[in-house]
């Protein structure tokens, strides 16, 4: 008897396209998990506060509902990446502009009252562009972790969480989880396979 098919992983391309329909509970909710914390690292490494960083979050989510309708799903037309970068950054600077010219906050982005409000926003050529690739890359790593959790074991999956993200030995693997040499060489590579043809998937789709 062959084994029963892995179901195939949905594209982001796909996921896109499905949030274009606003009554689609479960695609939005798709979209929320995979890049809320992309969205709210960047904005804590631009300066801004948890409270402020959070109402990112909610004003990017947003502002992308109320524009994917004309957001065209094909790289010809720019990547969803640069996209989702420019709203962003529009909803950091809103935080900026937010702020008393007192520095109400306290630490990095404390300016005085004669700071231009201009001066007081993150460069999007350099500083928030840098923050924003490094954060997509770990983003991507970890959507890409979380779609192949859901088609695999969840014992081949901790073997392979061990192994790979937790640096074990395989040796220290098979102590910790009663597991022989074979099983933890399996989990390794058809776990690692997947995770890597998914962020091929998503780096195709979406650079």
Partial sequence: MKPEREPLLPTRWTLLSRIKDW????????????YWKLIYTTAIKAGLSEAEAEEVVQETIITVAKRIGSFKT????????????????????DQFRKRPPAGRFAGPCDWSDATPIAERVPDPGIQLERIWDEEWDKNL???ALERVKKVVSPHQYQIFHLNVIKKMSAQEVR???????????LAKHRVGSLVKKE?????????
């Fill in 23 to 34: 009554k689609d509970r479960d695609s939005w909710k798709d979209f929320f998990d995979t």
């Fill in 74 to 93: 094909d790289p010809k037309h720019g990547s969803f990446k640069g996209w989702l970068l420019q709203i962003t950054y529009s909803r950091i600077t």
């Fill in 141 to 143: 790593v970890e959507a």
């Fill in 199 to 207: 962020i091929r998937m998503l780096e195709d789709k979406l650079f």
């Fill in 175 to 185: 102590k910790t989880l009663g597991v022989n040499a074979a099983q933890v060489y």
